[in-house]
């Protein structure tokens, strides 16, 4: 009798902590928000470190000493970043201050193009629809996503500092787990080396493909072909949409300027690059499948993008990366890395 009396009070308790987990994830992400500048550097050296640990792991292979690979690695990574972050600044100072010239010359072009297609009756003349998409809303897009992650890794000393402890403390930290459970030691170990082994060949692959299509596009006279060469580089990391992103202002900038037939020229050069690296090379050095579904790339993109900015939008499928190789290390979660990855290990499991 005594139980009865709150056996009609039971049936809300699901609800009740649908509601405070809800609310916890909401404060979570308003906590993040206010917090995005020191959140945004140390995800930055979170992404140096998984860069670093595959370098790192080679070195140590080689018979280098540990301290002497780590400081190789350290150097390194701070030179190049450095130096990367140095000469994108300079290129997007550049590009901003051509911006509202090259505005210009997209409304032209935009106008001109908007009456070709009125006189032929496909659209109305007055929707002036190709000058809002790329000299209104598609320019001025780029020069944040470039600056916000160049100008961190040029800006601020303090990501050098945490990646530098991180880097440190990386051989530690699946020791410290065998002295809490040898479970969590064996599915550390297995993770971190997923994680070494993705970081490191998507690194090689993404460099490789930005270089191709900085030279190509510096070839063929297309400007700001270091910038473009960059976000090809950075948006490499985000499979499924990353590269068509980054090929978008290349290719409108190359029509605009420098004429169909370029333009023609350097989408064939895109598509080939991404298609050779992205879906021959890169598979067979990656093994396996680590695909995450192109909507969970899209809404991390959106939900970290409006939470962390520009770094946030780049950081947030590597971070998908990591959770589904966490996901796919343990039994109990696999399921999880199943429901956000793009279905192949579904149909591969089928055949």
């Given amino acids: 009798m005594e139980n009865s009396k709150y056996d009609k009070y039971l049936q809300y308790v699901g609800g009740v902590r649908f509601w405070i987990v809800a609310?916890?994830?909401?404060?979570?992400?308003a906590a993040l928000k206010q917090a995005s500048h020191i959140i945004n550097i140390i995800l930055v050296a979170a992404f140096f470190?998984?860069?670093?640990?595959?370098?790192?792991?080679?070195?140590?292979?080689?018979?280098?000493?540990?301290?002497?690979?780590?400081?190789?690695?350290?150097?390194s990574i701070i030179l190049i970043f450095g130096l990367i972050g140095l000469l994108i600044g300079e290129s997007v100072?550049?590009?901003?201050?051509?911006?509202p010239t090259l505005q210009a010359q997209f409304d032209s072009f935009a106008t001109k193009t908007n009456n070709q297609l009125a006189n032929l009756g496909i659209i109305n003349a007055n929707d002036n629809i190709l000058s809002n998409i790329t000299g209104k809303s598609l320019?001025?897009?780029?020069?944040?996503?470039?600056?916000?992650?160049?100008?961190?890794?040029s800006g601020s000393a303090l990501i050098f500092i945490i990646f530098i402890f991180m880097i440190a403390e990386s051989d530690q930290f699946a020791k410290k787990l065998s002295y809490i459970s040898a479970d969590s030691s064996q599915h550390s170990v297995q993770m971190i080396k997923q994680i070494r082994n993705y970081f490191g060949i998507k690194t090689l692959t993404s460099l490789s493909t930005g270089i191709l299509v900085g030279v190509s596009l510096y070839i063929l006279g297309v400007q700001?072909?270091?910038?473009?060469?960059?976000?090809?580089?950075?948006?490499?990391?985000?499979?499924?949409?990353?590269?068509?992103?980054?090929?978008?202002?290349?290719?409108?900038?190359?029509?605009?300027?420098?004429?169909?037939?370029?333009a023609l020229i350097a989408m064939i050069i895109y598509l080939v690059i991404n298609t050779v690296i992205g879906n021959v090379i890169e598979p067979q050095l990656m093994g396996?499948?680590?695909?995450?579904?192109?909507?969970?790339?899209?809404?991390?993109?959106?939900?970290?993008?409006?939470?962390?900015?520009?770094v946030g939008m780049l950081i947030?499928?590597?971070?998908?990366?990591v959770l589904k190789i966490i996901f796919d290390s343990r039994e109990v979660t696999r399921g999880l890395g199943i429901l956000i990855g793009d279905g192949r290990e579904i149909e591969e499991s089928e055949d």
């Fill in 224 to 262: 700001f072909a270091l910038l473009w060469g960059f976000l090809a580089f950075i948006l490499n990391f985000i499979p499924s949409i990353g590269s068509f992103i980054a090929a978008i202002p290349a290719i409108l900038l190359a029509l605009v300027l420098n004429g169909p037939m370029i």
């Fill in 139 to 153: 320019l001025p897009m780029v020069a944040p996503v470039a600056s916000g992650f160049g100008s961190v890794l």
């Fill in 23 to 29: 609310i916890g994830v909401i404060i979570s992400m």
């Fill in 316 to 321: 947030a499928t590597p971070l998908a990366i």
């Fill in 49 to 75: 470190t998984a860069v670093s640990l595959s370098p790192l792991n080679w070195l140590k292979k080689k018979g280098v000493p540990k301290w002497l690979a780590t400081t190789i690695v350290v150097f």
């Fill in 288 to 310: 396996r499948n680590l695909g995450i579904s192109p909507l969970v790339v899209f809404l991390s993109m959106m939900l970290f993008g409006y939470i962390l900015g520009p």
């Fill in 93 to 99: 100072n550049n590009f901003m201050d051509k911006l």
